[in-house]
């Protein structure tokens, strides 16, 4: 374990009495380097000042729109964070982050409210954002058959709808890039992959008023097509299967696709970990993929060798040492892209966490 624990956070103190954990995403204040982590809990999000290590400080809480939910995510768009939940008639809250800087350092976190807020669906799962194009996609909302409803978020304060892409049934979690990658059929495209229940989508969504499906790919022993992520070059896609480990047995199992030819994607690899444990949501930076893996803690994981079928683990944090079992406990998120390389997690039991590679 060569990852250092350097600060935590409970949940009572993050949420209030009775909360639990969900989403974490991070931001960095550019004109001042300071660095926060946002942080969901059922009750709405805490957004915490970490440039001070050994204090982590909570600026304020942003209560839920309507009412508590386990489901909270959130992204960025420039100095903005989005955030959605699957409590009923939430819709989409809007927050500056740019007064997490000038809220007056007091003894008591203040309470926030959002600068706008969008209505265009009530529930959602999950928010993704494309950020060299300032468009947000919920999805598993109660539009669109639950696949990604567009919204312009290029004025934060003033999203707008902008369609969505119903025809591939609900999506859990998805990435969307500007392409430019292997396929050049595609360069400069924005690209959407998708994370549907029971198989993966690759839909062109540049045209907002008529996204294209690219392929469709499914994989051998499916439980739930949950969340995936691009090695850096776009040659791979990392996928989390949420339900595999508890329907067919086995260790963590992640499913490696080809995606060099976005038109004929490809099973590549499976890397299996070292637990029993349920892998959640994984990103990668560099050759490095990090791990939300439930019971089992983050797990580090080198994918120097992906392309000759080789992922080997070199660190983990576990913030739930209990046990390793394929239940739905511990870590819901990681977020690696500090330029620090602070890594921050959230815990579904236990709370916020930062920790860093030992030195």
């Known amino acids: 374990n060569n990852y250092d624990l350097v600060a935590r956070i409970d949940l009572e103190t993050l949420g209030g009495t009775g909360a639990s954990g969900n989403d974490c995403w991070g931001w960095t204040d550019q004109s001042t380097g300071k660095e926060y982590a946002l942080v969901g809990v059922s009750t709405g999000t805490s957004f915490i000042d970490i440039s001070n290590l050994e204090t ?17 995510d959130i992204k960025t768009y420039g100095n903005y964070a989005f955030i959605v939940s699957e409590a009923s008639g939430h819709g989409m809250q809007v927050f500056d982050l740019m007064k997490l800087g000038s809220t007056s350092s007091g003894l008591s976190p203040i309470t926030f409210t959002e600068d706008a807020h969008y209505d265009g669906f009530g529930k959602a799962h999950n928010i993704i954002i494309n950020e060299s194009k300032g468009y947000a996609y919920a999805v598993g909302t109660n539009t669109f058959s639950g696949g990604p409803h567009f919204v312009d978020i290029s004025n934060p304060l003033n999203p707008t709808a902008a369609g969505g892409y119903g025809n591939d049934a609900y999506s859990h979690d998805a990435q969307v890039i ?11 495209k924005e690209i959407l992959i998708g994370s549907n229940q029971n198989v993966v989508v690759i839909v062109d969504v540049t045209d907002k008023t008529n996204p294209t499906q690219i392929a469709t790919i499914n994989y051998p022993n499916i439980g739930y097509t949950h969340q995936g992520w691009f090695t850096e070059d776009l040659n791979y896609f990392i996928l989390g299967d949420e339900l595999d480990e508890r329907n067919f047995g086995g260790n963590t199992r992640n499913i490696v696709f080809n995606f060099s030819d976005l038109d004929n994607p490809s099973v590549h690899m499976d890397y299996y970990g070292p637990t029993t444990a349920i892998d959640h949501n994984g990103y990668t930076k560099g050759n490095d993929y990090y791990l939300a893996n439930y019971s089992a803690g983050i797990r580090i994981i080198d994918i120097t060798n992906i392309s000759n079928e080789t992922m080997t683990e070199i660190g983990y944090f576990d913030t739930y040492p209990s046990n390793d079992n394929a239940s739905f406990n511990g870590v819901w998120n990681v977020y690696p892209y500090f330029s620090s390389g602070n890594i921050i997690i959230s815990d579904i039991n236990s709370g916020f966490y930062i920790v860093r590679k030992s030195e």
């Open 178 to 188: 500007t392409y430019n990658g292997p396929d050049s059929d595609y360069t400069g």
């Open 56 to 72: 982590p400080k909570i600026i304020g809480f942003l209560p839920t729109h309507t009412i508590s939910s386990s489901w909270r």
